[in-house]
Every structure is written in C-alpha cells, then in structure tokens.
C-alpha cells in the first residue's frame, strides 16, 4: 500500500469499557486472532521496533498495524513502506488514549482478511492508555534509554499492566547514565512477572528474542 | 529542604476551567509573581534543565518550583537538592495532567513567602496537559533529539499553547538522526511565534538564552 488509509475514530459511548474488552478479546480468541498493544512515550521507537519485528515475522503470519495517532498519518505510511503488510492510521481527534470500543472500530476498517497478529500502536502517552483495556491479548510497553531509569517508579500503572517491557535504544547506552539492572529492579516492583527484553530498533540488536516472544504468544493463542 | 512536602491534589470541581485559569493569572499579575508551565514527554529532561535554569536565576529571583507527578517525589528532592529553592511535590492521584483548580491547590501549599518565579513541572505527557490552561503566565515544552523530529506534527497542541520550545540533548545529536532546522519548520509550522532555543542540559551548552528569555519574561510580568 502506498496510500494508508486513515480512519477517524469516534469518542467511545460504553461506559463499561471492561466488559467490552473481554467480548472483543472472546471474538478475537474466536478468530484465532493475536491483538498486541504497544504503548510507550513519545519517540521511544515504537515505529521502528515494530517495523524490525515484523520483517521477522511476516512470512510465518498474516500481519496487520493499527498506528493510532491524535494527527499525521507519518506512522502508518513507514510501517506499510518498510514492511509491505496492512496498515491503517488511526486518528483519535484529540483522544489521548484508545479503548476497546475504539480500538473495535479499527478493526472494523481493516479489509476482512483473516490475521494471525494484529498490533495495535497506541498514542505515545504513559499515563492514559495504561489505564483503558483495548481488548488486546496482551500488552508491551517500551523505555528508550534516554528517557532515564526512573519512568517505572513515576509512571507505575503503564508497567502494571505491560507483560512484555523492551528497552530500546541500547545502542546509545554509552552516552546516557542507564544502568539496565537497575531498571530491571524498578520494574520488578511494579510487576514481578514482566519480561524485560532489551534491544537497538536503530541497529537490530537483539530484535530476534523480541520476535520470537510475539511468535510464540501468537502461536499459543491459536492452540489453546 | 531535604525532605520535601508531598501533597495529593485533588481533581477539579471546575467545570469551567478557563475561567478559573483567568482569576488565577490575574492573582498571579497582582503579587508580581510569574508561573511558568512547562510540559513535554517523561525522560525529556525537565528536572536536569530546571536544575541548571534555576542555579543561573537564584540569586536575581526568589524562587519556588512545583514538581507534578503521578506517584514518586524523586523530581522535587532532586530539585531541592542541587538548587536549594522550595520545592514541593504534586502528587495528582493518576490524572494525566493538571489545571487551573489543582494548579492553585499547589500554590496554597507553598509556604505564604513572596516568590518572582514559580515553576510548574506538569505531568510528563504531549497530550492532556496541553489541553488544560493551569492559570500559568505563559507556557513552554521541551523536546529531546532522541524523540524524533516529527513530535510537532504528531502533538501539534502542545505546540500551539508553548510560547517557548527548547530542544534537549542537543549533544546526542550526532548519534540520532535529528535535523534542527527541520524540526524548527515543523514547530513553525504549529506556532509561528514560538521561540525556539537548542540546548544541552546534561552539558550546560546553551543555558544562557534560555535563563535570560525566563528573565525577561519575570521582570515584563512585574513592570508592565
């Protein structure tokens, strides 16, 4: 796709946004679909990482992108450029954040083909999307290291709710004071069970374990 | 200060915000006091430019800084510490940003002295606080070269209320791809009138304009 197609997203009506989480997440297990949301700040790579990821992946799974943004359509137009799967962009008109009724009417407006893997890239933003189900299987979450250690200390429900955290941006760790043990410990506090994966989007660097993390997520949902 | 106060600002009963923005700047003209908001994406570098801004402008002003975050108080002790101004924590129980009303709760609680300048650190996020006047005279954002150049077109309100953008972390700008000028016709392109000054907080490279443009701003705010 050359031309992305970017969907307008209404402001979501359900008041019980919970509920409708778990029918959609029901629906997607119904069609052996894998949802991914992936959230972080601002600039922390999740374009690229994304982008890394699913080059990797494309050949074992029909993949499909969701790049929420509150304007621009920069972000779908790279995905679908770089890796040639779906991409729509859509527009949350100010919303700060998507939840599962809007995170519906995206995939309302993807083309009816059948998906293995469906990610969701939520607005950069570490407070709101952390506190709306989208209805997605699972969630990540992503810390640059320029952003500093301290994100999982100021920003702690985002690391509550993420299974999988990726540090990304390794490749400058000589220039930033970022000591990764001691990240892994602050987000240790927030959330035991999180697996930590560290890797360059910029260079590669230890893309494949983050990969092979999505592949067998998408693979055990199918099964089980 | 080495313990430094907590305190839970309660969310705004206010429905009509602006409003209440407005009788809050008019207090603010009337005591000859300047609040500056400053907003932008966590790990940006607020506390480490605050930090060098406020060691350059202490002796000419007395001054206090308002430090808002969703749960932590590293930000106000590390303020406190390496600058020795008052400084408090707003702990805003999850809200993603803060106005006008919860910016006044905060004030309250400075301690009755006379301050030139008091700083707002407001929620680190490119997308609510943007959307909430805190009563604050005028309002600038920081964005660091490794967020990307394309923040002013992805969150293009926060770059229309920021009187002032500084760009951070200008002396990484030679590991990330990062185009100055290009980024100044993005942010032109949002808000024709907003200054915008490249610095290195990390460094100290550039700190001069942006203290002198803060210095200006406090005493026009006082004599006019």
New interface residues.
């Given amino acids: 796709m050359d031309e992305v197609r970017v969907i307008e997203i209404k402001k979501s009506v359900f008041a019980a946004n919970e509920l409708h989480a778990d029918d959609l997440r029901a629906e997607l297990k119904k069609n052996k679909t894998y949802l991914l949301n992936v959230m972080s700040?601002?600039?922390?790579g999740k374009t690229t990482t994304l982008t890394r990821v699913i080059n990797l992946l494309k050949d074992k799974f029909s993949i499909a992108v969701m790049e929420a943004?509150?304007?621009?359509d920069?972000d779908a137009k790279t995905i679908a450029r770089l890796t040639g799967v779906d991409a729509i962009q859509l527009h949350t008109g100010?919303m700060?954040h998507l939840d599962a009724e809007m995170t519906k009417q995206g995939l309302d407006n993807l083309n009816g083909k059948h998906y293995d893997l469906i990610i969701l890239e939520n607005?950069?933003?570490?407070?709101?999307p952390a506190?709306f189900d989208t209805g997605a299987v699972k969630s990540m979450t992503i810390l640059?290291v320029?952003?500093?250690e301290?994100?999982p200390?100021?920003?702690?429900?985002m690391y509550q709710v993420c299974s999988l955290v990726v540090i990304n941006?390794i490749?400058?760790i000589g220039?930033?004071d970022f000591d990764i043990e001691k990240v892994k410990g602050y987000i240790a506090r927030r959330n035991p069970d999180a697996k930590v994966i560290p890797i360059s989007a910029k260079t590669g660097e230890n893309i494949e374990p983050l990969a092979a993390w999505i592949e067998n997520e998408v693979n055990a949902w199918k099964e089980d």
């Fill in positions: 700040s601002p600039g922390s943004d509150i304007d621009s920069v100010g700060c607005v950069g933003n570490l407070v709101c506190e640059s320029p952003e500093g301290d994100k200390l100021k920003y702690p429900l941006k490749d400058a220039i930033f």
